[in-house]
């Protein structure tokens, strides 16, 4: 049975930081990409960064490039998404996801391609 659960999230105060956890169950996470989403109340589902089963990481959103990071452990056969100077706007819902994608070097930005989902974690900013 392939499991992803989240952790990490929280009330936050603006600038603070965070660090959540995706940690994987049933199957290696590093056979597998790495996407981490988010979605906003009221917003579609956006994307925040992925990472290929290779280790190529992306980061997508320009609001995030600096801010957010991401990376996985294979001895805890955990991914983190390690966001800094947290905005309120990144208040959101966070997903990770994972997807055995045929080449070791891709990951998509796309949520559609990913079969395989965490039940989300709450990420609040606010004062």
């Known amino acids: 049975h392939l499991q992803l659960v989240e952790s990490g999230g929280g009330l936050v105060q603006p600038g603070g930081s965070l660090r959540l956890s995706c940690a994987a169950s049933?199957?290696?996470?590093?056979?597998?990409?790495i996407g981490w989403f988010r979605q906003a109340p009221g917003k579609e589902r956006e994307g925040v960064s992925c990472?290929?089963?290779?280790?190529?990481?992306?980061t997508w959103a320009d609001s995030m490039k600096g801010r957010f990071t991401m990376s996985r452990d294979g001895a805890k056969n955990t991914a983190y998404l390690e966001m800094a100077s947290l905005k309120p706007e990144d208040t959101a819902v966070y997903y990770c996801?994972?997807?055995?994608?045929?080449?070791?070097?891709?990951?998509?930005?796309?949520?559609?391609?990913?079969?395989?989902w965490g039940q989300g974690t709450q990420v609040i900013v606010s004062s």
């Open positions: 996801a994972a997807h055995p994608f045929s080449t070791p070097h891709y990951c998509s930005i796309r949520g559609d391609d990913y079969a395989y």
């Open positions: 049933g199957f290696s996470l590093d056979e597998y990409a």
């Open positions: 990472e290929s089963s290779s280790g190529g990481g992306i």
